[in-house]
């Protein structure tokens, strides 16, 4: 321990370990565990796609690729960015990364340092944090509740900066509440970051297909602060991609050089039988997309409503991603022969015990007053799910 770099004590170790370990010590007895800590989609890879991939294994395309992507695959994204969002982008904009947790990463990286504050509005998916950490940022959270669906303000957000401040980093729609941001919403907040000319946007996108609410709205749109905005998405989500690490940044040319100028010193381009997989996911149509999305929103009314049924779950509709993100906070202090529920992660855990229901506490996102469901699984499961959690609660005095 004593020789472990400064960097590298600064980030921790996830918070869902305990819930994972704990998790498979039960299944190892036998336990039927429903897991619905997971954000990934429950649906496999669109079969043009993998065909895609096994074409490119047959024409030999297992060499190195540019640092930065295929040109054509840029050029699939710049099409993509025009065609679906409206926003101009040339191949020189686009970094192609290995997931778009390493594009955050790359802008991170490259954007900050010790003295520099991000603004990161609590919820948030895990990594934002850690990642500002390992650039040895300093991060300052803007708190949302379930009262705005967990959706931060234009003034809280100018109550926030201050000179340090050098990002503003949120997603749309979000990773953990499902949260969808309007063109009217993000109207008011550029109307503040244009007026701090130091202050950058990294928009994360990954979820941009999963919306349940209409027209994905991007804050690249506003031509007065796009020179300032790093969008991220990938394939992941809305292609069910999740293994084939394929993820991508948008954004100015001085930027995305510095990004490549990075990647190209700690993992060099992304694997090339991905890229040409991800092209055939571009170029084709989005049927399987529209087919997941519909399946999500069927199980978002489904998991909405058994939740409304649990008494001391305080809920709301999400408008995006597969995930929902109820406040729980009515169970602390109560117990059972064994336990006194003390917060989000005390709460998580006993149901994994009990109900033999897998969460994720809302610790994990800078919010413990609440948990993060996934229903990226059948609507049996989830009912199921539902089921098991009722019952289990009732134990608890």
Not at 138 to 161: G, H, L, M, P, R
Not at 176 to 191: F, M, N, Q, T
Not at 334 to 355: G, P, W
């Amino acid at each position: 321990m004593t020789y472990l770099s400064k960097r590298i004590k600064r980030i921790s170790v996830s918070q869902t370990l305990a819930m994972s370990q704990r998790s498979k010590e039960l299944r190892e007895k036998g336990v039927d565990i429903i897991d619905m800590s997971v954000g990934q989609p429950d649906f496999p890879t669109p079969p043009h796609i993998k065909q895609a991939a096994k074409d490119a294994i047959d024409k030999n395309f297992t060499f190195y690729t540019h640092v930065a992507g295929y040109s054509e695959l840029r050029d699939a994204i710049v099409d993509k960015l025009k065609k679906e969002n409206n926003l101009d982008y040339k191949r020189e904009n686009i970094v192609v990364s290995n997931g778009a947790k390493q594009a955050l990463a790359n802008a991170i990286l490259t954007l900050i340092g010790n003295e520099n504050e991000i603004l990161v509005p609590s919820p948030f998916w895990v990594s934002y944090k850690e990642l500002i950490n390992l650039a040895e940022g300093n991060v300052k959270i803007i708190e949302t509740d379930i009262s705005t669906n967990y959706k931060v303000t234009a003034k809280q957000i100018e109550d926030a900066i201050t000179p340090k401040s050098r990002i503003l980093i949120y997603s749309s729609p979000s990773n953990p509440a499902g949260s969808v941001y309007s063109k009217k919403e993000l109207r008011e907040i550029v109307d503040v970051i244009k007026k701090y000319e130091n202050l950058f946007v990294i928009s994360d996108e990954i979820y941009e297909h999963i919306n349940y609410v209409g027209k994905h709205e991007s804050i690249a749109q506003f031509d007065e602060i796009k020179d300032r905005v790093i969008l991220i998405n990938g394939m992941s989500k809305g292609y069910a991609m999740t293994g084939w690490r394929i993820g991508y940044m948008a954004a100015p040319k001085w930027i995305a050089d510095s990004c490549i100028k990075l990647q190209g010193q700690y993992t060099s381009g992304a694997s090339s039988i991905s890229q040409m997989a991800a092209i055939s996911a571009l170029k084709g149509d989005n049927i399987y997309t529209m087919g997941m999305n519909q399946a999500f929103r069927e199980r978002r009314d489904l998991i909405v409503q058994l939740l409304k049924e649990i008494p001391g779950f305080k809920t709301y509709n999400p408008e995006g991603a597969f995930y929902i993100f109820p406040d729980i906070r009515e169970y602390f202090g109560k117990v059972n022969n064994y336990i006194t529920i003390k917060n989000a992660s005390d709460l998580s855990m006993f149901l994994l015990n009990e109900a033999h229901v897998a969460t994720v506490p809302g610790t994990a996102f800078g919010n413990p007053n609440c948990i993060r469901f996934s229903f990226a699984l059948g609507k049996d499961k989830i009912t199921t799910a539902m089921q098991r959690i009722k019952n289990a609660l009732e134990s608890l005095q």
